[in-house]
């Protein structure tokens, strides 16, 4: 209930900026001209809402296929869908051979799970469900609208900023626009911030959607050193072309050296996998990372990965 309150916070207070931001350039400016923008911020809003699934889609080069193409992939996540009492969604894979996963759409009836091909040929059967588990709750918890919608408020800001600042000078009024430029470079700068933060609790949250759906949390923490460690060595083309995607899949793979770093040293027995045992050890220690992995966490999409298995220690039954 945690993950959930502070997510519906974080939208509250990022509509609020916005809002409080043209509501203060009216009120500085001395005219009520602000609602124009406030109504073009909610046009953005809505656009960014309606063309984002078919952007990711493009981006990943996403072909959906049928249950005589991929019956086992069909089977998981229908069995998923139905654990989580929503429809199925589309699937799909993508031929990436960089391993990964994303779920994106814009309602739970428009949720589609998609999978690399890369994936497919690392990761066994539970290790996939749990995997396919996180990609469900990221659709049953609405959190690819919500966070498709949250990130085009930064970018709002940020278009005000410029087009205030470019303004320079005085209005007619003898207020400064230059300093309402600055003020809103200043709140896109913090509500770009929100929005990873917003992006970093999703995970986490999908992460619990994932134990709730039956998978063990070792089976995900698995998953997850799996990926990392096969994406030490990416291919540049396809890192650069899913760059803007990298929000959507269940790890980020520019952070995988790190990673495979910090998850050797759960790796007890060096064995490549998080077992129950690792896991259950870990439960039991305090996680400390340094400052400039906390600093540096601020500008991820995704959790400290070390954080983020210690979230999953806590979920074993």
């Avoid at 296929?65 to 069909?74: C, S």
């Avoid at 089976?219 to 990926?227: E, I």
């Amino acid at each position: 209930m945690w993950l959930q309150t502070r997510m519906y916070l974080l939208v509250a207070l990022l509509f609020g900026i916005i809002f409080a931001a043209f509501f203060g350039i009216g009120q500085a400016m001395g005219i009520t001209g602000y609602l124009p923008y406030l109504f073009l911020s909610l046009v953005m809003i809505g656009i960014q809402y309606l063309v984002g699934p078919y952007l990711v889609g493009m981006m990943m080069r996403v072909k959906y296929v049928t249950p005589e193409q991929e019956p086992a992939l069909h089977q998981m996540v229908a069995e998923l869908a139905q654990q989580a009492n929503l429809p199925k969604p589309r699937v799909g894979v993508s031929e990436l051979s960089m391993p990964n996963a994303f779920a994106f759409g814009r309602t739970q009836r428009d949720g589609r799970i998609c999978v690399t091909r890369g994936i497919l040929n690392i990761l066994n059967h539970d290790e996939l469900k749990a995997v396919l588990g996180h990609e469900m709750s990221h659709i049953k918890h609405r959190d690819m609208a919500i966070i498709t919608a949250l990130s085009a408020i930064p970018m709002i800001l940020y278009w005000v900023a410029l087009n205030f600042m470019w303004g320079g000078g005085r209005d007619r009024e003898g207020n400064y626009t230059m300093l309402i430029g600055l003020g809103a470079f200043v709140l896109y700068q913090i509500t770009n911030l929100l929005v990873l933060y917003g992006s970093r609790i999703r995970e986490y949250y999908a992460d619990l959607g994932s134990a709730q759906l039956g998978s063990q949390p070792h089976q995900l923490a698995t998953a997850l050193y799996k990926l990392s460690q096969a994406n030490t060595r990416p291919k540049k083309e396809e890192l650069r072309q899913t760059q803007g995607a990298r929000a959507f899949f269940v790890s980020d793979p520019t952070r995988s050296l790190m990673e495979v770093r910090q998850l050797s040293e759960i790796d007890r027995r060096h064995a490549g996998v998080i077992s129950y045992d690792d896991l259950m050890d870990l439960r039991q220690k305090e996680v400390r990372i340094s400052f400039g992995e906390k600093l540096m966490e601020l500008f991820m999409t995704h959790p400290n990965m070390v954080k983020r298995v210690k979230h999953l220690s806590t979920l074993i039954a």
